[in-house]
C-alpha cells in the first residue's frame, strides 16, 4: 500500500496546478506565432525567386525584339549582327544545340553581306523634313 501512496500523491500535485497556466499559454502562442512568420518567410522568399525567374524574356523572345527595332529601323545593320551574334549562342545553349554547319545546297551568299534579307522595308529615300542621322 505504500507504492500507492506516491503516486495518488504525485496526481494531488497535478490536480492542484490550474489546467490554464498563462506562462504555459503565452510560450504556445509565441511558438505559434513565430513558425508562422517564417512560413510566411519562406513562402515571401519562394514567390520573389519565381517572379525574378519568370520575369526573364529567353533569348529568343529578346531577338524577337531587337529584330522587330531593325525593321523600324531604330537598330542599325552592324548593331542588329551583333546583337544576334550575342543571342543566336545564349539561344543555341538554351535549347542545347550545337551550330549546325550550312546546307550543301544552299547558295553562298556574298562576301560581306551579313545583313539579314528583309522584304518588308521600304527603300530609304532623302527626306527635306528629316534631317540624315534623325528618325522620323
Given amino acids: 500500500m505504500s507504492a500507492a501512496l506516491p503516486v495518488a500523491g504525485g ?12 506562462r504555459l499559454l503565452w510560450a504556445t502562442l509565441s511558438l505559434i ?3 508562422l512568420f517564417g512560413a510566411l518567410i519562406i513562402w515571401w522568399v ?12 529567353s533569348s ?3 531577338l524577337a525584339h531587337f529584330r522587330e527595332l531593325y525593321d523600324q529601323g531604330s537598330l542599325s545593320a552592324e548593331e542588329f549582327e551583333r546583337i544576334r551574334g550575342l543571342l ?3 539561344l543555341r545553349e538554351e535549347l542545347d544545340v550545337s551550330a ?9 551568299r ?5 545583313v539579314p534579307p528583309s522584304t518588308n522595308r521600304p527603300p530609304e529615300t532623302p527626306d527635306s523634313n528629316n534631317p540624315p542621322g534623325k528618325l522620323p
Fill in 110 to 114: 556574298p562576301e560581306g553581306s551579313n
Fill in 46 to 57: 519562394d514567390r520573389w525567386r519565381k517572379r525574378s525567374l519568370e520575369s526573364d524574356d
Fill in 100 to 108: 549546325a554547319p550550312p546546307p550543301e545546297n544552299a547558295s553562298p
Fill in 33 to 35: 506565432g513565430i513558425l
Fill in 11 to 22: 496526481l494531488g500535485l497535478w490536480a492542484r496546478r490550474p489546467a490554464m497556466d498563462p
Fill in 88 to 90: 543566336g549562342k545564349r
Fill in 60 to 62: 529568343g523572345d529578346q
